[in-house]
């Protein structure tokens, strides 16, 4: 058993992590500042899930309040530390909109609805481009993921419906 402390917790994939973790009876800590990039009850559904769990604890900070990051770090031993946060935002898709063509397409066909797409210019924090490289991760953990976006759409749309009662 690892104390392990995970930031984004309320995230899609911190979310996942922790319930995986909380399975293997890790003691974990969950951070996220729980910012309404999208729906904060969407976020505060899947805290309290983990909540559930007695090795789950979970403190809303925000990773730029250095204060009370060293204070964390000064309470808690941890074995791991897996740093999901973020702040979404890249837009490649306003510079290169036909790459979102296969994505916008797919959703509306899932969701039996036109788009209302609306292009802006790029605005200050946007990058023109951004390089991932998932080499070292696939050679670490043995998985490369293979699901083709009208298979992730479909199950992502049945969910949204689903959890919205729609």
Not at 5 to 16: K, Q
């Amino acid at each position: 058993m690892s104390s392990i402390l995970v930031t984004g917790v309320a995230g899609f994939i911190g979310f996942y992590l922790c319930q995986k973790l909380l399975s293997k009876g890790d003691t974990v800590i969950g951070l996220d500042n729980l910012n309404d990039y999208y729906d904060v009850k969407l976020k505060c559904a899947r805290l309290q899930q983990l909540k559930e769990n007695e090795n789950f604890s979970f403190y809303k900070l925000n990773l730029a309040d250095r204060e009370s990051i060293t204070k964390l770090f000064r309470d808690h031993q941890f074995d791991i530390v897996v740093n999901l946060a973020a702040q979404a935002g890249v837009r490649y898709s306003i510079k290169n909109p036909h790459a979102y063509t296969d994505f916008i397409e797919v959703l509306e066909s899932h969701l039996g609805k036109k788009a209302q797409k609306n292009f802006l210019p790029m605005q200050p924090g946007d990058v023109e481009i951004t390089y991932a490289d998932v080499d070292e991760l696939v050679q670490d953990v043995g998985f490369k993921p293979n699901t083709p976006i009208e298979v992730g759409l479909e199950k992502f749309t049945s969910w949204f419906k689903s959890y919205y009662s729609i």
